[in-house]
């Protein structure tokens, strides 16, 4: 009798184990991923760069997941309303954010923020990379960066601007950073995004815009714009005319932008791996590859740890220059 009563003990023992097990697991990583559509957030309004994006890379993760991925346009305070709204959603992995390089210099710039930009978020991948191109509507007069500087240096606070989404973006901290060390006074006019930006620019709201190839290329290309400059070390090979402001005799100005996307803080680790895998797939595929390119975005990828290390370093470069430059946001 003790031998079978030693028996069932270790039948009891073994079933609780095994039941253990399975919860932990269960806890670890959620059963058929994804259950729902996707919603992939976007900071700006729709027909911008960001935008335009968010599209092509939703269409390639529908197919990959067996899930509608949706888009939703939460446009605002240089993408700080979209990034609040995904750092407070359940990180189940059904509510994605993509950001632009901005989103490293939103704790700097927005210091009451809800959320931490670092420790809300969980990083998927890195897309794509790109530079700022200063533009101005074909019926100015500059044909150059210097043009314009010497315009804005004569008549200090009387030129207009428009920069994306505006605060929290690559193309704002272009602006500014030019501004800077270039002695010049321009006045930013905020807008929610590139589209309503490029329409006050085509319209003569604004004289001068700091925008991303994607957006801004379609209206170089039909004359409507003229490309002055763009901010990386070499040309880009979609504006290979273009010089650099580097090369109009701005030493050392660069300033690059990206594109990413985040999950909220929590989300399963293999939720992450399978996104990630998604990801660098669709951007190896050629037809996005060259689609990407046109846009005058260079296709990304790699780890989550890869791109979690390029928001940690701009992060500190944007903090530091936005700080000792004093820039705000009205």
Request: net charge positive; proline share 7%; aromatic share 4%.
């Amino acid at each position: 009798m003790f031998k079978l009563h030693r028996r069932a003990l270790a039948r009891t023992a073994l079933a609780a184990a095994l039941c253990s097990t399975a919860l932990l697991a269960q806890a670890q990583a959620p059963a058929a991923w994804p259950s729902k559509p996707v919603t992939l957030t976007v900071g700006f309004a729709a027909g911008g760069s960001a935008d335009i994006l968010a599209r092509a890379i939703s269409q390639k993760l529908t197919g990959a997941l067996g899930q509608p991925v949706v888009v939703d346009n939460k446009p605002g305070a240089g993408g700080t309303i979209a990034a609040a709204a995904v750092a407070s959603a359940t990180p189940d992995g059904h509510t994605l954010l993509l950001v632009t390089s901005g989103h490293a210099g939103s704790g700097a710039l927005y210091p009451t923020l809800r959320y931490d930009p670092i420790k809300a978020f969980t990083p998927v991948i890195k897309l794509a990379a790109t530079p700022v191109v200063v533009v101005a509507p074909a019926a100015q007069p500059w044909k150059s960066l210097s043009e314009l500087l010497d315009a804005a240096r004569k008549a200090p606070g009387t030129l207009n601007y428009a920069a994306g989404g505006g605060g929290a973006t690559t193309t704002a901290l272009a602006a500014e950073f030019l501004k800077k060390d270039t002695g010049t006074d321009m006045v930013q006019v905020p807008y929610r995004g590139s589209g309503p930006a490029l329409t006050a620019l085509l319209s003569g709201e604004v004289q001068v815009g700091f925008e991303i190839p994607s957006s801004a290329l379609p209206h170089i290309q039909s004359g409507k714009l003229r490309a002055l400059a763009v901010t990386t070390r070499t040309r880009s090979t979609a504006l290979p005319d273009v010089p650099t402001v580097i090369e109009q005799g701005i030493r050392d100005f660069e300033v690059i932008g990206w594109f990413g996307v985040l999950a909220p803080a929590g989300t399963p680790a293999a939720v992450v791996e399978r996104l990630n895998r998604e990801l660098n797939a669709a951007l190896q595929q050629p037809e996005l590859r060259e689609r990407l390119s046109g846009l005058g975005l260079e296709s990304g990828g790699g780890t989550p740890a890869e791109f979690q290390k390029l928001i940690g370093s701009d992060t500190q470069r944007y903090g530091e220059a936005i700080r000792r430059m004093g820039i705000k946001v009205e």
